[in-house]
């Protein structure tokens, strides 16, 4: 019961987090010098699009799993069937944490990378 309620609150706040920077969720900056900005956005959208294709959801659900288990097996060892619960919890929010900070990331290099190659300076 504690792990399902670990990994309830772990997605909730995941999906509270609002990355909105910038232009689009992205954040990224680039050299507006001599670019067309309608153009811009319209491309943005599209990288964004692609950018999209990444399960956020799918790879905090997959963390947390991880995480559980490595949290589990380590509580049992230092601590019996109680700290087995414990471990499994804390290991499943904080790995369920990271495989959300791994899924922006990755959307937010897909978008650069992807404005990149359409001839945009990107800055950040």
């Given at each position: 019961?504690?792990?399902?309620?670990?990994?309830?609150?772990?997605?909730?706040?995941?999906?509270?987090?609002?990355?909105?920077?910038?232009?689009?969720?992205?954040?990224?900056?680039?050299?507006?010098?001599?670019?067309?900005?309608?153009?811009?956005?319209?491309?943005?959208?599209?990288?964004?699009?692609?950018?999209?294709?990444?399960?956020?959801?799918?790879?905090?659900?997959g963390r947390a799993a991880e995480?559980?288990?490595?949290?589990?097996?380590?509580?049992?060892?230092?601590?019996?069937?109680?700290?087995?619960?414990?471990?499994?919890?804390?290991g499943a929010v904080l790995s369920?944490?990271?495989?959300?900070?791994?899924?922006?990331?990755?959307?937010?290099?897909?978008?650069?990378?992807?404005?990149?190659?359409?001839?945009?300076?990107?800055?950040?």
């Amino acid at each position: 019961m504690k792990l399902v309620l670990s990994l309830v609150c772990c997605l909730f706040l995941v999906a509270c987090a609002n990355t909105y920077r910038g232009y689009g969720y992205s954040g990224v900056i680039i050299d507006e010098k001599g670019v067309d900005m309608a153009a811009f956005h319209g491309d943005l959208a599209d990288c964004e699009g692609y950018a999209g294709y990444i399960n956020k959801g799918e790879r905090v659900a997959g963390r947390a799993a991880e995480g559980a288990v490595v949290g589990g097996v380590l509580g049992a060892i230092f601590d019996g069937s109680d700290g087995a619960a414990k471990g499994a919890g804390t290991g499943a929010v904080l790995s369920g944490v990271r495989g959300a900070r791994s899924a922006e990331w990755e959307k937010k290099r897909v978008v650069r990378n992807c404005l990149r190659n359409r001839g945009y300076r990107v800055l950040n």
